[in-house]
């Protein structure tokens, strides 16, 4: 009894904390924001091939002030995040961070005179609002990136980015997976801390 | 149809496929992903890496340091051409005539002034790329992807997608013309060279995921489900996979 009121208790305090009440951001803003965006990962790409440390610095101011990272830890766990401990998700999360960091920083690519473009936005549900884009190139079919734009009382946030359709929270969930069930939230931190240190 | 000419209908009917779905992806996430052969298909993943990392691979990046960009692109354009026929008549069973439309005149107008389609030259008067399969008509029917699967060799598909595959083969009118007229070799041979720059092109997502996944079969496919599913909609369409994920389920599942 005691552990089924337990389960409840947290689950309502998981609830409490990650559904925190949302609001649609309207779709000018929505655009604003992603050109400020888009203006950061331009001057990344401007930043030498060979300068990874300073790649990595920029990558990952951006990623601290413009997505929403305690959303995309939790939707990556998903029940995994369950009856772990705080300990636990602050070390998830900076082994994941660490993680996205070092592969973006690194598979970004250089800058060659490529545009990045807005299509257009438009709201998603109550909660979110999307916003497509695309980085056109002479010499390469055009790179499709839609953004997904939610602000849950700290301000814009970006949630989720699908590249050519393919969602950065579903890859990295689909990644995580095997870890987590061969030995639940513990091995996959160990399991991306691992990695990290290889790279 | 004589054995030579069962080989090579095997050959195009599978070359094509895995590599197609190296690029690509699920249905969302939120949704467990059909893959009851899991077991099974990670057996024959494992073989595909060592063949891709031994000789697939390789010869992909002799093709790509052979060959400049250009003449590539211009290959491309030329295997693209040659695919357009089918990709009308898939546009318009998705009942897509606009795209439909504009297959045919992409067809007319590179296959003429575009010398035999090497130049794309439909594009720079409007006349954007058309690529449809029938894997993809079939999607648009509302049919379910079906179990994920792996092939020797071939790679990420499904069992619509692998059915797919079939409908174009026997629908395709090129296709069929040549194997018709005794071009097998030549058939053969586009569908080697497609293959090999479609592993060029996924070079960067092949090694990425590499070197940087926890599980990459599992990125893989994730990958080929989500941007199947994205190739269905269309990429014009709001109506694609990132609009399906319900990151509030996620939290909780």
Known sequence: MISILKIILMSLSLAFCILKPSYAIEESEAIEYIENVGQQAINILKTPIDNLEKRELLFEKMLNNNFDKKLIHRAVLGKAARGASKEQLVRFGKAFDKHIVKVYASQLGVYSNQLFIIDKAYKKGKKDTLVSSRIEHETAPPLRIDWRLRNRGDGTKIIDIAIEGVSLLATKRADFGASIKKGGLHALIIDLETKNAEN | ?253
Not at chain 2, 2 to 9: E, F, G, H, L, Y
Not at chain 2, 166 to 176: E, N, T
Not at chain 2, 205 to 211: A, H, L, P
Request: with cysteine.
């Open chain 2, 1 to 253: 149809m004589n054995t030579k000419k069962i080989s090579i209908a095997i050959i195009f009917l599978v070359l094509p496929i895995l590599f197609y779905g190296c690029a690509s992806s699920p249905d969302t996430a939120g949704k467990q992903e059909n893959d009851p052969f899991e077991s099974f298909n990670r057996q024959i993943y494992s073989f595909n890496e060592g063949a891709d990392e031994y000789v697939i691979g390789p010869i992909a990046h002799g093709y790509r340091d052979i060959f400049p960009d250009q003449v590539r692109d211009s290959i491309r354009n030329f295997l693209l051409n040659l695919k357009t026929p089918m990709s009308a008549i898939n546009a318009t069973l998705q009942g897509d005539f606009e795209r439909g439309i504009t297959a045919v005149g992409r067809f007319g107008i590179n296959s003429t002034i575009g010398i035999l389609g090497f130049f794309d030259t439909a594009n720079y008067i409007g006349l954007e790329p058309v690529d449809e399969d029938f894997g993809q008509t079939l999607g648009a029917w509302g049919i379910e992807s079906g179990p994920y699967l792996i092939l020797p060799i071939l790679g990420p598909t499904s069992t619509r997608d692998l059915a797919g595959k079939v409908g174009d083969w026997l629908v395709d009118p090129l296709g069929l013309y040549l194997i018709r007229e005794d071009y097998e070799d030549f058939l053969l041979a586009t569908k080697v060279t497609k293959a090999l720059d479609t592993r060029v092109e996924l070079d960067g997502v092949i090694e990425g995921t590499r070197e940087n996944s926890l599980d990459p079969y599992a990125i893989m496919r994730t990958m080929y489900l989500q941007r199947r599913a994205r190739l269905i909609a269309n990429e014009e369409s709001e109506d694609t996979t990132i609009y399906d994920i319900d990151i509030d389920v996620m939290l909780l599942e």
